[in-house]
């Protein structure tokens, strides 16, 4: 009798393992592991999601109208050529479907988000990566995995889990350089952080042409985490294939009410991108202080490699952290087993992380 057995390529998926959230023993836990915002919701948002409470037995609206023309207004979109999803995650994996198939190859850099691999093999397709230079997306190295069959590459940036970034100009020299069959995915997630004046997540290219999207997320800065809600920004040819493949009712009611109240909330959203401003510089110099080497960062977290050897190394800091109450994110699965990233959070957190290392480092 034949075995019931998944597609080629599914049981090579390494699942996702997120940062965590819990340590046993109980006691205070702060949690610097998954790049939530450190304020949290807008109040708005708070008061919008309750509200929609009373709407529960109804289905939310399935096109997310008024979650779209938000976000429209709020970057100078046009709410037609944008796409809501369940997390940006959700949106990826349907522009996979779209335009990857069986022996396809799907590309992206070294040290990209593990969900791009997870897209790749779920269809059948090959993953490739090109390899960074410092821990940075090199656009020639990218170009030069380009082969005939690579249909789909994805660009963090900025990326996690390193916070380095591509300027405006390289990420227009890699689309430039893709032949026209080839969708660029621009995963900015982190984009609402970004401060620095060479930076763009992509809207210019993705009206450009045809063959770009920009992805982005109510995630991080605008502190919605636990309601899974990302957009993309598309082609309108892109835009009607994804509301072909997604779900009818693939966002919440709660979660579009409160979307829609985050978005437009910018006076909390600057607040939001202010404290990053602040404490992610601080962070880390004071780490840097420590003698350890912190790659620099454009989003709202650090990455902290370790020196090797038992008990001073990365494995040894995460596990005197965790005794602190502490949780931190082990990027092993990356190929950074050295390395640590630490989210920005409050002050009171800050120094309790800061100080915790500089006891583990003494």
Not at 139 to 149: E, I, N, P, R, S
Not at 263 to 288: C, Q
Request: hydrophobic share 45%; net charge negative.
């Amino acid at each position: 009798m034949a075995a019931l057995l998944p597609r080629p390529g599914i049981l090579e998926i390494d699942p996702y393992v997120p940062g965590k959230s819990w340590l046993a023993g109980g006691g205070r836990i702060i949690r610097l592991a998954s790049n939530e915002s450190a304020l949290g919701p807008s109040p708005r948002a708070v008061a919008a999601f309750e509200q929609a409470a009373a709407e529960l037995g109804r289905y939310p609206d399935g096109a997310s109208t008024e979650l779209r023309q938000a976000i429209g207004a709020r970057f100078g979109l046009d709410p037609a050529r944008i796409v809501c999803g369940s997390g940006s995650d959700e949106l990826m994996g349907l522009l996979g479907r779209a335009f990857v198939g069986p022996g396809d190859e799907v590309l992206y850099s070294q040290y990209g988000f593990l969900m791009y691999p997870i897209v790749a093999r779920s269809l059948g397709a090959r993953s490739v990566t090109a390899p960074e230079t410092e821990l940075r997306a090199d656009v020639d190295a990218m170009l030069g995995k380009v082969t005939a069959k690579t249909r789909l590459v994805f660009l963090a940036n900025p990326n996690n889990p390193t916070g380095s970034y591509v300027p405006r100009d390289e990420v227009r020299r890699l689309r430039v350089g893709l032949p026209g069959d080839v969708l660029l995915v621009l995963d900015a997630a982190y984009a609402e952080y970004v401060t620095a004046e060479d930076y763009s997540p992509g809207v210019e290219l993705v009206d450009a042409g045809d063959n770009v999207v920009m992805t982005r997320t109510f995630s991080k800065l605008f502190g919605l985490a636990s309601l899974r809600i990302g957009w993309a920004y598309c082609p309108p040819g892109v835009a009607d294939v994804l509301n072909r493949l997604r779900n009818p009712f693939n966002v919440t009611g709660p979660a579009q009410a409160a979307g829609a109240a985050a978005v437009e909330d910018v006076e909390f959203a600057d607040k939001a991108r202010a404290h990053n401003t602040l404490w992610l510089p601080w962070l880390a110099d004071r780490l840097s202080a420590l003698g350890l080497r912190v790659y620099p960062s454009i989003a709202n977290f650090v990455l902290v490699r370790f020196p090797a050897g038992p008990g001073r190394d990365a494995e040894a800091a995460n596990g005197f952290l965790n005794d602190k109450g502490i949780i931190v994110r082990e990027v092993a699965g990356y190929g950074l087993p050295d390395c640590l990233r630490i989210t920005v959070g409050l002050e009171e957190e800050m120094r309790a992380v800061v100080d915790a290392l500089a006891e583990f480092v003494d």
